[in-house]
């Protein structure tokens, strides 16, 4: 029986995606459920998968080819090659070559080999990858499993020393340490792409200011401190961390500064009335802001939880497009790479991001004495068409209070 495997539906939001790499090739068994595609869109890596046992006939879209919603990629014989690939015999486990340290520097892998090898403690930095411009697959990670591990080379028999060389000719060309300069150029990603455009976007088509202002942060470290056991036992495994408060923070002052939560669309101002909060993930594919959707009844746990999730989703190219799509305002934590102090980019149409930093012990004047506190530097960058800047220092204002005095937010004062 012949079948079409088709591109996934993409949403409204993603015009079409490419053809990142063919994990089976025409001939070769497939499993039901085993990976043969990914897919790149301008947000996530989309994977596709055999819909029975069987081989691929052809494949209609190659590698890089730029592919649309319900397109066919490839034809699928179920049955076909499944009994043949049983009786084969498997081939002899060959061990892989190290890489050189210059490829293995900037190995590249499909979520799905990537998981594979978190599960199976293989560092990637050690495979050569076998898909489109060094990619590495789920196949390169099981042929690793399969094969044992590379002897340890014999020491080298001793050499004797060279003669010192003759001192260089005046204006002679000195060599340079460490060899030959290596070069690698890769193509640029779509994710990558599509954030260089709306980073453009933003800087062309919003009037962005930034505010900032600091925050001590030892009240909510004591609270953790003193909390974090009883929580992650009362709440099933989740560890109490610093971003809860945030959000939680930020959805009150949300609500006294319904702007901040706004949109512009085209002439008109959107007000919402709900708080779906942004949070920035970083990934090896660059930034992702999945969104936690109606903030104001979550509960602390509930943030954290859902903050987790999504970072360790984010991580394996999990996360769905749905996921990533819409929101009302954006947290970002520079802090956690060890950022002092930055002015976040706004997430259009989005009118507003608070960026969080690292947290640094400073000399702080209080009641006229000097005392070492936990500081944060905060920044609110805002788009002034929508925002005034007194309604962003007063916003901001208002996060630190509550950061300040946690209570604030459990009494919403």
């Not at 789920?138 to 028999?157: C, G, H, I, Q, T």
């Not at 509960?299 to 991580?315: C, F, H, M, Q, T």
């Amino acid at each position: 029986m012949t079948i079409e495997i088709k591109a996934p539906t993409f949403p409204e939001s993603v015009q079409d995606g490419t053809v990142a790499t063919w994990h089976k090739q025409p001939g070769e068994a497939v499993a039901r459920d085993e990976l043969i595609v990914d897919i790149e869109t301008d947000k996530v890596v989309l994977e596709v998968s055999a819909p029975a046992d069987g081989a691929l006939a052809e494949i209609v879209k190659a590698e890089g080819d730029t592919i649309l919603s319900n397109e066919v990629l490839a034809i699928f014989q179920e049955g076909a090659a499944a009994g043949a690939a049983a009786a084969a015999p498997a081939p002899a486990a060959v061990a892989e070559p190290e890489p050189e340290p210059a490829l293995a520097e900037h190995a590249m892998a499909s979520p799905s080999a990537r998981k594979l090898a978190d599960e199976n403690n293989i560092d990637l930095a050690h495979l050569r990858g076998s898909g489109k411009d060094g990619r590495i697959t789920k196949e390169d990670v099981l042929n690793r499993l399969k094969s044992p591990a590379p002897a340890a080379a014999p020491a080298p028999a001793p050499v004797a020393p060279a003669p010192a060389a003759a001192p260089k000719a005046a204006g002679a060309a000195l060599d340079v340490p460490g060899g030959e300069r290596v070069e690698k150029r890769v193509p640029m990603t779509r994710m990558r792409k599509r954030i260089a455009e709306r980073l453009m976007e933003t800087n062309l088509g919003t009037a962005m200011l930034t505010t900032f202002n600091e925050v001590n942060m030892a009240p909510v470290m004591a609270l953790r401190n003193k909390y974090k056991e009883m929580f992650e036992k009362s709440h099933s495994g989740t560890r109490l961390g610093f971003m809860g408060f945030f959000v939680k923070a930020s959805v009150e002052a949300l609500r006294r500064f319904p702007a901040v939560n706004a949109s512009i669309d085209g002439d008109d101002i959107v007000y919402h009335g709900y708080q779906d909060i942004s949070v920035a993930v970083s990934t090896d594919k660059g930034l992702v802001v999945p969104v936690l959707r109606s903030c104001e009844n979550m509960s602390l746990a509930a943030v954290e939880n859902g903050i987790r999730d999504y970072g360790l989703r984010a991580r394996d190219g999990k996360l769905s497009i749905e996921e990533m799509t819409g929101g009302t305002f954006s947290i970002t934590n520079g802090g956690v790479f060890g950022s002092l102090m930055s002015t976040p980019i706004l997430n259009p149409p989005q009118t507003a991001i608070l960026g969080m930093h690292k947290i640094q012990e400073r000399p702080m004047a209080v009641d006229g004495q000097v005392k070492i506190l936990p500081m944060m530097y905060l920044a609110l960058s805002y788009d002034h068409r929508l925002v005034d800047g007194k309604d962003a220092v007063q916003f901001l204002v208002a996060i630190k209070d509550m950061i300040e005095d946690p209570a604030r937010i459990l009494l919403e004062l």
